[in-house]
Structure formats: C-alpha cells, structure tokens
C-alpha cells in the first residue's frame, strides 16, 4: 500500500501529538475546564477515547472489541490506553490495501470513502487537540511543540526557532510519564515576539 501511506503517516504522528498535548497537563487539572460550558481536561481525554472508538469501528470497520475507556480514569492511563488502542488501530489501518481505503461507506447521513473519513477523522482530533493547548495556556503552562516551534520553543521559525518535543516518540513519553521525569527545558521566545504582527 502506497498511495495511502500518508495517511496513515499522518494517524501515526496525530496520536503522538494527542499524546504530547495530554502530558503536558498535571494531574490535578484533570477536572479543570476553562468555563461551565466547556469540557474538563478529563472530558475531553474521554471523548477523545470514546469518539475515535466509535468512528474507527462504525465507520471504518475496525473494531478493536476492547472497551474504549481505561478501567482507571487518571492522565497515565488514559494515555497508556489510548497509545495502546491506536497502536492496534494503526498497524490494522497499515494492513489495508488501496481499495479499501477507496471504498464508499455510511458516515452519519451520508457515503463517503474510507480516505475521506479517516481525514475527517484526524481534522476531528486535531481540533479537540487544539482545544487542550489553549486550556494549557490558559492555565499559564509552557508548550512544547505539536507542529513547529511554539513561544515556548523560540517563537517564530523564521527568528530561528527550534521545533522541541516533550518526548521524542511515545514509548519514551509513557516511561517517563509513569515515573514522573523531568520535562526538557525550553528557551522561551527570545528577543524577538512570537507574531508575524509585532
């Protein structure tokens, strides 16, 4: 499978993002949410979880039949199962061939192929994702970077920023995660402000 790779390229550093993003928080801001209308830090681990289970096995056909919540709701173990269920989830999407990933399937009220869907998909993360580095900051943390270089990572990648992960690849974010390592430390922005509009 070729034509697809990409795809599942971009599940495969999606889930490491989403990982990255819930180490970032600390235990006891678990239930905080930024207004009453909003989810809590947990909430959204929880639909994160229960949401992808849903789309995976509903409208990808792949079911893990596995419950999608940990037994334990702490940040750890809601990130060792969530790096345990998409692991599985992507060697199965790693196995399909091109046609499957072709085929047209129901999605809510409509047919759409399974690419499409799995683009929705990592979009529908990348958004919630989102939602989580603003609660981060809110709550006045330093942010590692997701996609390039954050304020925290030497601002503006043209001022020479630097892309900094908290960990370099999921195995080493739940080793360190589960005996409560020490974050690398960052530069902070520099001299030069984090905008393209100073």
Same mark, same amino acid.
């Given at each position: 499978?070729? /034509?697809?790779?990409?795809?599942?390229?971009?599940?495969?550093?999606?889930?490491?993002? %989403?990982?990255?993003?819930?180490?970032?928080?600390?235990?006891?801001?678990?239930?905080?949410?930024?207004?009453?209308?909003?989810?809590?830090?947990?909430?959204?681990?929880?639909?994160?979880?229960?949401?992808?289970?849903?789309?995976?096995?509903?409208?990808?056909? %792949?079911?893990?039949?596995?419950?999608?919540?940990?037994?334990?709701?702490?940040?750890?173990?809601?990130?060792?199962?969530?790096?345990?269920?998409?692991?599985?989830? !992507?060697?199965?999407?790693?196995?399909?061939?091109?046609?499957?990933?072709?085929?047209?399937?129901?999605?809510?009220?409509?047919?759409?192929?399974?690419?499409? %869907?799995?683009?929705?998909?990592?979009?529908?993360?990348?958004?919630?994702?989102?939602?989580?580095?603003?609660?981060? /900051?809110?709550?006045?943390?330093? !942010?590692?970077?997701?996609?390039?270089?954050?304020?925290?990572?030497?601002?503006?990648?043209?001022?020479?920023?630097?892309?900094?992960?908290?960990?370099?690849?999921?195995?080493? !974010?739940?080793?360190?995660?589960?005996?409560?390592?020490?974050?690398?430390?960052?530069?902070?922005?520099?001299?030069?402000?984090?905008?393209?509009?100073?």
């Amino acid at each position: 499978m070729t /034509r697809y790779l990409f795809l599942t390229e971009t599940y495969e550093t999606e889930r490491q993002k %989403i990982l990255g993003v819930w180490a970032m928080f600390h235990d006891e801001e678990m239930q905080w949410r930024p207004e009453p209308r909003a989810r809590s830090v947990h909430e959204q681990m929880v639909h994160q979880c229960v949401s992808e289970d849903n789309w995976m096995k509903n409208f990808l056909g %792949i079911d893990l039949s596995e419950p999608p919540l940990p037994a334990l709701e702490t940040r750890l173990e809601f990130m060792k199962k969530y790096a345990a269920a998409s692991s599985l989830r !992507l060697a199965r999407l790693q196995s399909m061939p091109e046609s499957w990933f072709e085929e047209s399937v129901p999605f809510f009220d409509v047919v759409r192929s399974r690419a499409w %869907i799995l683009v929705r998909r990592v979009a529908h993360s990348a958004h919630h994702r989102g939602q989580l580095t603003t609660y981060l /900051r809110t709550l006045g943390h330093q !942010l590692y970077s997701t996609y390039g270089p954050t304020a925290d990572t030497g601002g503006l990648a043209q001022n020479g920023a630097r892309v900094i992960y908290q960990y370099a690849d999921v195995e080493s !974010l739940l080793r360190a995660e589960a005996y409560n390592s020490d974050w690398p430390a960052l530069p902070g922005s520099g001299a030069q402000p984090p905008t393209e509009r100073p």
